[in-house]
């Protein structure tokens, strides 16, 4: 005859081995990360914009990289603020992710009552890419920023400078000149990047920090003026052009850039495999040519680091904000 167990035995036993499988299976679905469901980027501008640019060109390269589809879903809205907040509010599964810029870490100063909190809610992945800002004027307003500090400094409040919003990255880039400078000027603030470019072209607005990739194919035509480049460096897009600091204003660079968060408790080993894919992806060949004609370099570093990058940014971004009295509307 058939001994059979006790109820109890039994019944522990059963439990163990389900517990086993679980384990098990668990193990296998986080190392099989990503299998076939699609990755989301979300990405809080518009289509077009250099943020998204940069997010399509690492999605086209991503997805065959993790062998799986990655889809770049644009949600605009508020400074950048409204996509956050979708994709902080996402499973910590590695399937939604987030492309912001260094907005990212400016918008915590300016917008009230945010339903993120952008150091808890979020781990950074890596940063993609530094997009730098040139500082444009009509062809013949000023002669070098030398000429504009000048004549800013000779005229308190009486010249303008435009930005594509309070609070972006235009404008936090002309906030940290005009402070290094030491100058009073108005702050005229625009929908977007074309119609500042139009107000200074129209030599209504005196200056604007453009992103380069809006404002390369205008100075190439000689319907705008470059003066300097707002980064550290000079930029290989315009290598004539000096940095704002080599043309005389110490303190005055500003580092604009897109990078990639995951929502905070997203597995370590996923932030890591994603980070060593998209560093892989930012400095290949194919890549640093897109790159570079759209006057972006590429800019990545593992996790803590880029985590470490993100703190140290955002407090300041706090003293720009706060030394400038920049508000939204």
């Known amino acids: 005859m058939k001994k059979t167990l006790p109820w109890s035995r039994r019944q522990a036993l059963t439990i163990a081995a389900a517990l086993a499988a679980c384990t098990l299976g668990g193990a ?3 190392g099989a990360w990503p299998g076939t469901q699609p990755i989301k980027l979300v990405v809080p501008f518009t289509a077009g914009s250099g943020t998204d640019i940069v997010a399509r060109l690492v999605a086209e390269k991503l997805g065959p990289a993790l062998g799986t589809s990655v889809i770049v879903d644009n949600r605009p809205g508020a400074g950048g603020t409204l996509g956050a907040a979708i994709a902080a509010k996402a499973p910590a599964d590695g399937y939604t992710l987030l492309v912001h810029s260094a907005g990212h870490l400016v918008n915590p100063w300016i917008y009230k009552g945010l339903s ?3 150091l808890k809610d979020f781990t950074g992945v890596t940063p993609m890419a530094s997009l730098p800002n040139v500082l444009v004027t009509a062809p013949s307003h000023f002669t070098d920023v030398k000429d504009l500090v000048a004549k ?3 005229k308190p409040g009486g010249l303008n400078y435009g930005s594509a919003g309070n609070g972006s990255a235009t404008h936090m880039n002309a906030e940290v000149f005009r402070l ?3 100058v009073d000027a108005q702050h005229v603030p625009f929908r977007g990047t074309p119609e500042a470019m139009t107000e200074v072209m129209a030599g209504r607005v005196d200056w604007f920090f453009a992103p380069m990739v809006s404002a390369l194919p205008l100075i190439k035509s000689g319907k705008l003026k ?3 480049v707002g980064t550290a460096g000079r930029s290989s897009a315009l290598p004539d052009a000096p940095t ?5 204003v110490p303190g005055s660079a500003y580092l604009f850039w897109v990078g990639l968060f995951a929502p905070a408790r997203t597995p370590q080993p996923v932030v890591e495999r994603l980070q060593a894919e998209v560093a892989k992806i930012m400095v290949s060949p194919e890549l640093k040519e897109r790159l570079e004609k759209l006057g972006a370099e590429p800019f990545t ?3 803590a680091q880029f985590n470490k990058f993100i703190a140290d940014e955002t407090a300041k971004a706090q003293q720009v904000v706060k030394a400038a009295a920049i508000k939204v509307d």
């Open 28 to 30: 296998h679905a986080q």
């Open 116 to 118: 993120y909190d952008t």
């Open 152 to 154: 800013a400094k000779a």
């Open 180 to 182: 290094a400078a030491g």
């Open 226 to 228: 470059a003066l300097a």
């Open 244 to 248: 704002t600091v080599e043309a005389g």
């Open 301 to 303: 570093m593992p996790s």
